[in-house]
């Protein structure tokens, strides 16, 4: 099975090599941007402009006073034409402001969020969200409870996920911006260590960031399996320490970013720009792939037909990775803060849908693959049966979505499917 | 700006990809890694062998497909586990089988080792060897070998190959006999080494050639297909037992069925553990109980009754080798 930095993990191919060369390369600015006033985990913004005001690039057009949220700014300067609602990659609707850009736009220039002196306050108002699809606010996460000490943080850069390429190029042109928002993270929350960990399918990656590292960041190489990147894994890999069962991953004093999401934190803090763009792998059964810095609000449609539109047969058209993404209903959708790729699976690529429930062989592959220790046959049948109970003492909760099981699985149960209504259930019914 | 060909997007949930694994690939390798041995059979049995085989495939599979219709169910035969059934019975049982008993144990195997607890994937034991125990149990001449020599090809032919010093019964049984006898043994067990690899006509189908047996799980193992500690656990034991009777360790695991259950048998996906170190624990007890009742019992040939006793311990062992949580820690809860 090869080595392994973590239990359990799959090895689905990776697709990688049609976008791994390309340089990020600018999207057009689209004719018009359609910005979710929601891009983030916890309470949504409320629109700060009307119809027919102007803003300017930079300028915040939605925010909300609670604990997790964070604030969006307008990617262009224009005018706005509607503040309605657009339905989202997760298939929410949400609120949206929608921005018609004057010509030209100077790309170069923004509106800096204001600087008072309080680093993690210029993170919160520079919108900054986890960007490798979490979208969770930095800000909470650079302010762990008290009693948390951090000694560690951790960069993800492992990118695990099949057919994206946008960290490993970010990490690959840009290490500086990476490396100098691992040492504000490290001095915000008053850490000792810092890791760059990122899978070892990238070592031009690694060797771009050892060069600027310097001696106090280490950049380790991990093994690439799925999901090498998912937080608790990370860190066991890293530090051999586990996530205590309901507890924060702060509990093992690490703190995981993104290295996106350092990278926008190391232009908030030296520069004040906010959040309004990020890079975007563009890949799979379109004419011209690659990864392209695109602004938030700009609809999959748009980039999609920017990257020559779609080839041979296409059956989904996945928002963020194929193991943990969205399959998109309409490509109306923007591109949000958590958006790190827009791939197009063909037939035969793609899943194929479920239709009847497949009996369990007991092949035993999803015991084995489970990076969490769990057994996912038995709690997807406990789910389908709503034995709650039943699922929540085999740890349904403990399961982190990877979606491993239905990968392995040969008669194709929707393993994962199940065993979220059996999560969610029993997370329901241990709030009450 | 909507694409008209997004209408035809398939929405479903993450995960989008899925590994080329199916359940149907699977069961044909199985069959690829016993066509060696069916082919071999046939090349030595001729006809015999052919018939065997063409009866416990067609009964498997017509039962099957006659249940679902009967019951209204999905038909099922496509998934390749009703083949595998009606292969490994054929290969089970002795060539000379009379194939209307061959019928009744592959109608046996699926219908009351398989669709009666609800099909693929709900059966407790391994319905192949429901259906040899049905005939063995029923007819315990025939696969003794006492009854129309149903061991052999035929008395000259085996008379021919050089070894007419055996009559009537396997190596297998007159090794018994003779230790129940004497405490010792009345021919080399060495000496057999090289007819159980390559060419033994006594047996059942099945087990002419050991080595081509040993080349089919390799390439179930090397494939992923089975786990290795199950033939691991169940041949090693079966070594280590036979060996502290005072027997040849090497002839107890080449003769009989042995390997054919241990490959092909007890690697059942249903009704074997699903952990790691449960897979290891039901090997050993597999190749524990078959060398006791090979030593103690009263059957020389005990490979049926260790895995099926086995597959019923195997509920049982999945519980005590429950996988551990990450982040869970012991006393924890």
């Excluded at chain 1, 650079?142 to 960290?167: H, R, Y």
């Excluded at chain 2, 090809?153 to 018994?176: F, H, K, N, P, Q």
């Excluded at chain 2, 009754?305 to 005590?320: Q, S, T, V």
Aim: hydrophobic residues 45%; contains cysteine; aromatic residues 6%.
């Amino acid at each position: 099975m090869g080595r392994s930095a973590f239990m359990g993990g799959v090895h689905p191919p990776g697709h990688k090599e049609r976008t791994a060369a390309s340089a990020v390369e600018r999207a057009p600015v689209p004719e018009r941007l359609v910005v979710p006033l929601s891009q983030h985990l916890g309470a949504p913004c409320a629109p700060l402009v009307g119809k027919g005001d102007r803003v300017e690039r930079g300028q915040m057009i939605g925010d909300v006073d609670a604990m997790v949220s964070a604030p969006v700014h307008s990617p262009v300067s224009g005018v706005v034409t509607e503040v309605g609602v657009t339905l989202t990659a997760g298939g929410q609707r949400v609120a949206a402001v929608t921005i018609e850009p004057d010509a030209p736009q100077d790309l170069g220039s923004f509106v800096p969020v204001e600087d008072n002196g309080d680093a993690r306050a210029r993170v919160r108002a520079a919108g900054i969200v986890g960007m490798g699809g979490a979208t969770f606010p930095s800000v909470v996460k650079l302010s762990p409870p008290k009693g948390m000490a951090i000694d560690t943080v951790i960069l993800n850069g492992c990118e695990c996920e099949p057919f994206l390429t946008c960290d490993h190029r970010l990490m690959l042109e840009e290490p500086e911006r990476v490396v100098a928002g691992a040492r504000h993270i490290r001095d915000i929350v008053g850490a000792s260590r810092v890791i760059i960990g990122l899978e070892d399918n990238k070592p031009d990656a690694a060797a771009a960031l050892r060069k600027v590292a310097g001696s106090d960041i280490e950049v380790t190489e991990l093994p690439t399996m799925y999901p090498q990147g998912a937080e608790k894994q990370l860190i066991y890999a890293l530090l051999k320490k586990e996530v205590p069962h309901g507890k924060l991953p702060a509990a093992t004093g690490a703190l995981v970013h993104n290295v996106a999401t350092a990278a926008a934190i190391a232009d908030a803090l030296e520069h004040g720009r906010p959040l309004m763009e990020r890079i975007v792998t563009v890949t799979g059964a379109v004419a011209r792939p690659g990864n392209y810095r695109v602004l938030l609000g700009t609809l999959v449609s748009d980039l999609i037909e920017h990257a020559g539109g779609f080839v041979g047969d296409v059956e989904r058209v996945i928002a963020g990775g194929p193991m943990t993404g969205q399959a998109l209903g309409t490509l109306d959708v923007p591109i949000a803060k958590g958006s790190s790729g827009v791939v197009a699976l063909e037939k035969g690529v793609a899943a194929r849908a479920i239709s009847d429930d497949q009996p369990c062989i007991r092949c035993g592959r999803c015991p084995e693959v489970c990076p969490m220790g769990l057994e996912p046959y038995i709690l997807a049948t406990y789910s389908g049966r709503r034995m709650w109970d039943a699922a929540t003492a085999r740890n349904v909760i403990d399961c982190i979505e990877c979606g491993a099981c239905s990968y392995v699985c040969p008669t194709k149960r929707p393993l994962l499917q199940l065993i979220r209504v059996g999560k969610s259930a029993a997370m329901s019914k241990g709030a009450k | 700006m909507s694409d008209p060909r997004v209408q035809q997007h398939i929405v479903g949930p993450s995960p989008h990809i899925t590994s080329k694994a199916t359940c149907s690939g699977i069961m044909l390798w199985v069959v690829a890694a016993l066509a060696p041995a069916a082919i071999w059979a046939i090349v030595n049995m001729g006809l015999v062998a052919v018939q065997l085989l063409v009866v416990t495939i067609g009964v498997a599979i017509g039962t099957e497909a006659a249940w679902n219709a009967i019951a209204r169910r999905p038909q099922t035969i496509l998934d390749g586990s009703a083949l595998v059934t009606g292969l490994l019975l054929a290969l089970a049982l002795p060539p000379r089988t009379p194939w209307w008993m061959a019928a009744v144990g592959a109608f046996i195997a699926i219908a009351l080792g398989k669709m009666v607890f609800g099909g693929l994937g709900h059966n407790l034991f391994n319905p192949a060897l429901v259906g040899r125990a049905f005939v063995a149990l029923s007819w315990a001449g025939v696969l003794a070998g006492v009854e129309n020599r149903g061991w052999f090809r035929t008395l000259a032919d085996v008379s021919a190959e050089g070894y007419d010093t055996i009559s009537g019964a396997t190596r297998l049984a007159v090794a018994a006999a003779d230790r129940a006898a004497s405490g010792g043994y009345g021919f080399d067990l060495a000496a057999q080494y090289e007819p159980l690899l390559l060419k033994n006509l006594e047996g059942s189908l099945g087990e002419i050639s050991a080595a081509l047996l040993i080349l089919g799980g390799a390439v179930l193992i090397i494939k992923g297909i089975i786990d290795w500690r199950i033939p691991a656990g169940y041949i090693g034991t079966m070594g280590i037992v036979s060996w502290a009777f005072g027997s040849d360790p090497v002839f107890h695991v080449l003769a009989g069925g042995v390997l054919l259950g241990a490959f092909f048998m007890a690697t059942d996906y249903v009704s074997s553990p699903m952990s790691k170190k449960g897979r290891l624990i039901y090997g050993i007890g597999c190749g524990l109980f078959n060398a006791l009742g090979r030593f103690v019992g009263p059957m020389p040939e005990s490979t049926t009754f260790a895995i099926l006793f086995m597959n019923g311990l195997a509920p049982l062992i999945d519980r005590m080798t429950r996988p551990r949580v990450f982040g869970v820690v012991k006393n924890d809860e």
